[in-house]
């Protein structure tokens, strides 16, 4: 009886992974991280990211299958996180890439493709105003029952 094989990458699995083509390009620039390489299609569909008509199944096709990394990358410099804590663009796109990379894409469901849909659902529920003022309650509250001695 032949042993199977088991793949030794960064998350040990016996799925087969998807293939994906592996683009390179300088990621410190603050458009489309893949706008040159794809006219312009991956910054068309990231401008629709703050609407529910947003598809991530698009931007998967368009980016490489890279559509979790785009739309995170996008997110983060849209939101002003990657000036406001320094970060690396390359480590940042790394990170992403890693965890898109931990998704199984045998699972019809729970993917890659389903994790940037639901990074870009929870994006559009924050730009509700509703949402927001509940979170700031929320915060307000967490600080008072974490030190409520400096209440005024």
Same mark, same amino acid.
């Given at each position: 009886?032949? +042993?199977r094989?088991?793949?030794?990458?960064?998350?040990? !699995?016996m799925?087969?992974?998807?293939?994906k083509r *592996?683009l390179?390009?300088? *990621?410190?620039q603050?458009?489309a991280?893949?706008?040159?390489?794809?006219?312009?299609q991956v910054?068309?569909?990231?401008?629709?990211?703050? !609407?529910?008509?947003?598809?991530?199944?698009?931007?998967?096709?368009?980016?490489?299958?890279?559509?979790?990394?785009?739309?995170?990358i996008?997110l983060f410099h849209?939101?002003?996180l990657?000036?406001?804590f320094?970060?690396?663009?390359a +480590?940042?796109w790394?990170?992403?890439s890693?965890i898109?990379d931990?998704?199984?894409?045998s699972?019809?469901?729970?993917?890659?493709i389903?994790a940037a849909d639901?990074?870009q659902?929870m994006?559009?529920f924050?730009?509700?105003q509703r949402?927001?003022?509940?979170?700031?309650?929320?915060c307000d509250l967490?600080?008072?029952a974490v030190?409520?001695d400096k209440?005024?």
């Amino acid at each position: 009886m032949a +042993k199977r094989l088991v793949s030794t990458g960064k998350f040990l !699995t016996m799925h087969k992974r998807r293939k994906k083509r *592996l683009l390179t390009r300088s *990621l410190s620039q603050e458009t489309a991280l893949l706008d040159d390489l794809l006219l312009g299609q991956v910054q068309c569909i990231l401008q629709q990211s703050a !609407t529910w008509k947003f598809n991530a199944f698009t931007l998967d096709n368009v980016s490489g299958g890279r559509c979790l990394p785009v739309l995170c990358i996008h997110l983060f410099h849209m939101y002003g996180l990657i000036s406001h804590f320094k970060l690396d663009v390359a +480590k940042a796109w790394k990170l992403f890439s890693m965890i898109e990379d931990g998704y199984h894409s045998s699972n019809p469901y729970h993917n890659s493709i389903h994790a940037a849909d639901v990074t870009q659902a929870m994006h559009c529920f924050l730009q509700q105003q509703r949402v927001r003022d509940l979170l700031i309650a929320a915060c307000d509250l967490s600080c008072v029952a974490v030190h409520p001695d400096k209440v005024a």
